[in-house]
Every structure is written in structure tokens, then in C-alpha cells.
């Protein structure tokens, strides 16, 4: 993406607030987010941190808080950086928590405001694949200014994988999906449980922006494997 494009993505996509972010016990990091974690806290006490102003209009009018970049330009310190430690500063969370494990920059915040707990949550299957958090582990465990808390994984051994690279304590949680449901225990019992990573998107849709392939394509794995059963 060059400049100018990225310069137009970013004002098109951001909805700009003349003012200070909020001061708030809870920052959710990432809009996503917000609808999973939004249930384990009083509204009253969370802010969203946005992270998405270049992204598609899914993500549409992320904020951008303008006294911040006043403040900074008065200054001659306009960064991300500083944008992000001043808004950190601002909020003043406790605890700062995401289920976007698999963002890098997430782990990178803590050195700018370590005051509050952090706290990342799997959301989701990872791998090594292009695109995905362990891609590119080697690079990651070269960076000694990655932290976090306490990452709540579906499993030991990705929990090692992230404590390779950060300064992290894991906790075995499962998936936090999951574990809205609530067990029948007076259904069926069966031998074998087949659990799909289904979602609902267009057959000609790319499963990820790196990759050509597409859902179509990708279900048509799982198929052959349910047949097969």
C-alpha cells in the first residue's frame, strides 16, 4: 500500500473525536473484541482501543482521538508510539485484554504503559502458516520487548510456543467460544466428535488475504473428511 493510498484509507476509515479517550478500568484491545468480552465486565467500565483504520468497511469509523495528535504536533512527537502512550495514559486501565492472540502489536504495549495487566485470550486455531502468529516465530523471539501478562491458550504446547516469544505466564483455558455452551449431558453420547472451523463466507471468498486459496476450496477438505468418517 503506498502513502497517499494508505494516507486516504486511513482518514476514510477513522472517525475523528476532538477530544481525550475516556478514563476506564477495562481497555478491550481491538474492536472485535468487544462482542466476547463485553459480557465479563460492566459497560460502565470498558473503552475500546481501535486498531482497524486501514481495514475494510466491516471495520468502519475506527476513532482517532484529535486533541492526542494536537498535543503531539504542539510537541514535535507525533508517533504511533506516542500516540499510543499518551492514550494509554489517558484511559489509565487496570487491565488492558484482546482475543487477538495472534497480533503481535498487542504485546509490544505493555513496555509503553506497564502499570496495567495484560491479558490475551486464543480466539481461534493457530498455526505457522503465512499470515498467522507463528509464521514468523524465529523473527518474533528475536524481540526482547514483547509482554504479557497472563495468555489464556487451548493447550500447553501453544502456550510454550507463545512463551518463546513473550514474557508471559499461559493458563490452559480451552476455548472461550466454547465454553459459552453449555453441556447436555442427556444427549447421545458418541465416540468420535468432529469439530469444524466453518464460517459463513462466500465459496469464491479468499480464506486469507496471503493465500489464493479459497472457502470453497477449503471446505472441500473438511467434506471429504466428514464422508470419509
Known amino acids: 500500500m503506498n502513502r497517499i493510498s494508505k494516507f486516504v484509507k486511513f482518514f476514510f476509515y477513522s472517525k475523528f473525536i476532538f477530544g481525550y479517550p475516556p478514563a476506564k478500568k477495562v481497555l478491550i484491545y481491538d474492536n472485535q473484541s468487544y462482542e466476547i468480552l463485553k459480557r465479563f465486565f460492566k459497560s460502565s467500565e470498558i473503552h475500546v482501543f481501535d486498531t482497524r483504520h486501514f481495514n475494510s468497511s466491516h471495520y468502519f469509523k475506527e476513532k482517532i482521538y484529535l486533541r492526542l495528535i494536537f498535543n503531539l ?3 514535535f512527537k507525533i508517533s504511533k508510539k506516542n500516540y499510543i502512550k499518551n492514550y494509554f495514559s489517558k484511559v489509565r486501565p487496570k487491565l488492558v485484554i484482546t482475543i487477538m492472540d495472534n497480533y503481535p502489536a498487542f504485546y509490544a504495549l505493555k513496555q509503553y504503559y506497564p502499570k496495567a495487566k495484560f491479558i490475551a485470550i486464543q480466539n481461534s486455531h493457530r498455526s505457522a502458516l503465512p499470515g498467522d502468529i507463528f509464521y514468523n516465530l524465529k523473527i518474533l ?12 491458550v487451548f493447550n500447553a504446547v501453544l502456550g510454550k510456543l507463545y512463551t518463546s516469544f513473550c514474557s508471559a505466564k499461559f493458563i490452559v483455558a480451552g476455548s472461550i467460544r466454547s465454553n459459552f455452551k453449555k453441556i447436555n449431558h442427556k444427549k447421545k453420547l458418541y465416540d468420535l466428535l468432529y469439530i469444524s472451523c466453518f464460517r459463513d463466507r462466500k465459496e469464491d471468498e479468499r480464506v486469507h ?3 489464493n486459496k479459497t472457502w470453497k476450496e477449503f471446505r472441500s477438505k473438511e467434506e471429504k473428511l466428514i464422508k470419509n468418517l
Do not use: S, V
Not at 523471539?141 to 489464556?152: E, M, T
Open 73 to 75: 504536533l504542539f510537541d
Open 141 to 152: 523471539q528475536k524481540d526482547k520487548n514483547l509482554f504479557c501478562d497472563y495468555i489464556l
Open 209 to 211: 488475504e496471503t493465500e
